[in-house]
């Protein structure tokens, strides 16, 4: 995969895209990052990248010129990649759609400035418009880290184990449940005796049930787009009840 972002902070990405799975993706070229500054692209000798909204208004709002230049010249042999806008009023992320984007070969992420974006932009540029939540950045740059951190670690042999994407939280539906490691025994709190029976077939049945618990605990209104099991229906019942 090749991951490209525009952005006017690119020194922002140093640390993040030069550490932990981000660094240790692109050692074992998985996947390919860089950052492109799209002042680069300005039409004109100052190389401004925004001005003042028509009709009057507060803020600034960035020029369409830079970022279809940059888009543009991006491009590889005229096949455009997915160009996905970091916006508040795009669609919440999710991890459903980190999985969707890690079967692409390129990607290309806008980040954004000032009081937003020239509407041609959304309308003729980007395929997708992306939120990491119903709150607002100052740039678009700490969301689009966020996003390309899940979509990276989901690619084959990014992390050590290849299990381990599929096991985590939101990937099934439902929120992980509970992991202990050595000592058993660490002052007086101690390691659940089934996880140290050896008996595999019990410890997944725990770890369903703790799943599913933590799930109806904390965040019930996943369970609404789960297919359940007749075994977890039943399990469900009893979170109900009170009696598990």
């Not at 550490?19 to 300005?42: H, N, P």
């Not at 916006?87 to 759609?97: A, D, I, L, N, Y």
């Not at 990491?132 to 100052?138: R, Y």
């Not at 539906?173 to 058993?184: D, F, K, Q, S, V």
Request: aromatic share 8%.
């Amino acid at each position: 995969m090749n991951i490209h972002v525009l952005s006017l902070f690119p020194e922002m990405f140093t640390g993040v895209f030069g550490s932990s799975i981000l660094k240790k993706a692109q050692e074992k070229e998985a996947v390919g990052l860089s950052v492109t500054d799209f002042r680069e692209y300005a039409a004109n000798k100052h190389a401004q990248v925004d001005d003042y909204p028509y009709g009057g208004g507060a803020g600034m709002v960035l020029k369409p010129e830079p970022l279809f230049n940059a888009v543009e010249a991006l491009s590889k042999d005229g096949k455009k990649p997915r160009v996905i806008l970091m916006c508040p009023q795009g669609e919440r992320f999710t991890q459903k759609k980190a999985e969707e984007l890690a079967k692409e070969e390129d990607l290309l992420f806008l980040c954004g400035h000032y009081e937003g974006y020239d509407e041609r932009i959304r309308e003729h540029l980007v395929t997708d418009e992306l939120s990491i939540g119903d709150f607002v950045l100052t740039g678009g740059e700490l969301a689009a880290m966020t996003i390309i951190d899940s979509v990276v670690r989901l690619l084959p042999g990014v992390l050590g184990n290849d299990d381990s994407p599929i096991l985590d939280s939101f990937s099934t539906g439902m929120l992980e449940h509970p992991h202990y490691t050595r000592p058993a025994d660490f002052r007086g709190m101690k390691v659940p005796d089934v996880l140290l029976s050896g008996n595999h077939a019990k410890i997944e049945q725990w770890r369903m049930e703790q799943s599913l618990k933590r799930t109806f605990e904390r965040r019930p209104d996943l369970l609404a787009d789960i297919e359940l099991s007749k075994e977890q229906k039943t399990y469900l019942e009893k979170l109900k009840n009170g009696k598990a």
